[in-house]
Every structure is written in structure tokens, then in C-alpha cells.
């Protein structure tokens, strides 16, 4: 499966997941849905989005990926996970037909997720990409809204290596009349999308030319923005139950999707039925987000976060020079598939450094790591698991000090 192995588990055809999902009785077709693609934030995006409809009374299945500790994170309706039996009964059932289809990993996943909520009668469900657009298998659905955050580079191996090809990609899941949001504007991805909605006659907007969030503080729990739209304010105070800086670009995203879904189905979404006050405040409860900017304890404060591609990681740094603390103690791991080198370049060269291989076949070793991680004078020592490494850290840190975890999903997924 890709989350364990990588790239050679990866199937760019939609041919197995049409076959599965037809064995199924078609479920992609009963129930509305929002899909999302991009190279980063569409997680974030995906939760918002459920949270906000459950606060507003709709029952809402949300698939994700990857997972961090448990398979079903994956499939929620309202923030709970699918339930065991059912996960287990879906398995049994299909075993034989799928022995000769021989879905991926995901494909499995996917149909699981769509004959789920088509049984459970979701009144929405929020869709997310695991890889690109075109070819990913969620790409089946025909939703009511279709969103691409932003594009970066990110499994260029499989993608492309230039961000019009990558863009080309996730620009596969705009469809033929449905409105398309895209989260930020850049000049060599625009006209790949502009080009792609032109010839899908698809309405397109990009949230970055009308939608503003500004940071006015942060708590614990919350961050709390003024946002405007088109320079004017809309919302003095909105507090989102997440503290990533990279959010402000999400929130935008967000919103200018809420806007396009009540202008475009007023009947479904008569203006102001979202309740986004509620459903940003409690995204956790509404929508179970983990593992995105987390902080696991508070003595010591330690950080988690799942950035793990080179525009991700550049947001998470930013992030940190906006924190306070004395000294840094990075647990670092990342997956063999792709180069460090970029990653590297980007982490701060005062920290502390604690290496250590993630326990998946992916993991890179932790030796290979340091070795790298030397040419870019990041300093410090291997260990056995990132459990040891975050033990490590902990014995080592102050009271004042920083302990930040992460440069993979699988990393994170250790400790959370």
C-alpha cells in the first residue's frame, strides 16, 4: 500500500475503482459531495468544510489520507470513525471479487468510504484526493463544488516536475459545469486551471483575490482572525480551534467555498444555513482533525505537525519564528522516497536534532539522515525509534524550550 511502500503501490487508473464501485450499486452517485485536491492544506480544508456542515445539522461523511494511528481516521460521518464491524463485514464480503480485481490499498478504501456513506444516507460528504486529481480514485464523483488549495511541488516522481504539470493533474477533478475553487493564485498554475475550467465551461474563482484573514491573537486551544472580503469586513472575530499560521490561507479557501455553495445551490444552502462560527470553533470535536499542528503536551511544549513536502515544511518554520522559546529540539524522520535535500535546506541550524527512522518500510534510516542533514549544519544524534528520539528530547529540554516533532506523516503518527 502507498502509505507503507510508496510510489510502487501507486495505480494511475480509474479502471478498478469503477469496476468495484459498480459491483456496489454506483454509491459515488447517492449523495452529494465536495471534492478537494491540492499539494497542501486540502486536509485542512476537508475537515473545515465537514465540521461546518455537521455544526449545521447535516449529516456528513468526510474520507480522508493518510492515517495517523488508526485505519478508519480515514472514513467519518460527524467526526466518528467507522465502526469495526463494519470496516471487517465490507472486507468479508468483497474478498473473492476483489481477489481477481486486485484493487490497490486505496481503491479498497475508497469504495468502503463511498458504499458507507451511501448506506448511512450522508447528507454530504466531504471528498478528499490522496495523490494528484485526475487519476486518484476519488475522482469518480461528481460533486457540487470542486476545490484545488494550492499546488507545490510534492511526488514530482508521479506528478510531474514542473508546477503546470502538477497543476495538470489536480485540474482533473474540475468538471463539466461545477463550480471550481481554487485556494491561491499562482502565475504558473492559473492559467493551467483557467484553461481547464474554460474548457469545462466550469464557473472558477480564486479565494485569494476576495478573501482575507488576519490574525488578531491566539490561545491554547484557538486562533482568532478578522476576516475580510473584497476589503471589507465580514467577520470581526472568527476563532478556529487550530493554531497553524498557515490556516489564514485555508480560511480563505474555506469561505469563498461556503460563499460559491450557497450561491450556486440556494435551495440546498439558502444563505447563512452554514453555521461556520460553530463548526470552525469546535472543528475538533465536529470533524476528529489530529496531528496537523498539535501540541501533544504543554510541560514541555511539544509540536507536532505533519508538514512534509518543501512548501509545507517552509510554512512550518515560518510558524515557529513566530514562537517563543529558548532552545529548539527537532525529532526528525522522513520517508526514503523522496530526496531530503530540499527539506534539509529549510530547518533551522540552531536546533538540536534528534534523527530517527519512522517504522514503516518508507522510513528513511536514520543514519542516512544525519549524514545528509550535516551538509546544511543541522547537528545532532540517530536513535533506535522516534519514540527513543522523542524520549531523548524530553530529558534534554527545559522548561522554556520548544520540542518540535515531525518531516513525515508516519513520524508524527508515533507519538500523537
Known sequence: ?????????????????????????????????????????????????????????????????????????????????????????????????????????????????????????VDIAIVETGLGGRLDSTNIVTPLLSIITNIGYDHMNLLGETLPLIAGEKAGIIKPGIPVVIGETHPESRPVFEQKAGAEKAPIVFADQHFKAVLIKKTDTHATYEIKKDGQTIFESLSLNHLGDYQQKNLSTVLQSIETLEQRYPALLPAGRLNVTDGLYFLKKYSGFLGRWEFISLKPRILCDSAHNEDGIRMAMEGLKQMTFEKLHFVLGTVNDKPPAKLLALLPTDATYYFAKANIPRGLDANVLRQAAVAFGLKGKTYASVRHALAAAKRKAGENDLIYVGGSIFVVAEVV
Open 1 to 121: 500500500m502507498f502509505h507503507r511502500i510508496g510510489p510502487a503501490a501507486f495505480k494511475k487508473d480509474l479502471t478498478n475503482i469503477r469496476a468495484f464501485c459498480e459491483r456496489l450499486g454506483q454509491p459515488e452517485l447517492k449523495f452529494p459531495s465536495i471534492h478537494i485536491a491540492g499539494t497542501n492544506g486540502k486536509g485542512s480544508v476537508a475537515h473545515m468544510l465537514a465540521a461546518i456542515f455537521t455544526a449545521s445539522g447535516f449529516k456528513t461523511g468526510l474520507y480522508t489520507s493518510p492515517h495517523y494511528r488508526d485505519f478508519r481516521e480515514r472514513v467519518k460521518i460527524d467526526g466518528q470513525f467507522v465502526p469495526k464491524k463494519q470496516v471487517v463485514e465490507f472486507v468479508d464480503e468483497h474478498r473473492t471479487f476483489c481477489e481477481a480485481l486486485k484493487p490497490s490499498y486505496f481503491e479498497w478504501t475508497v469504495a468502503l468510504a463511498f458504499d458507507y456513506f451511501a448506506k448511512e444516507k
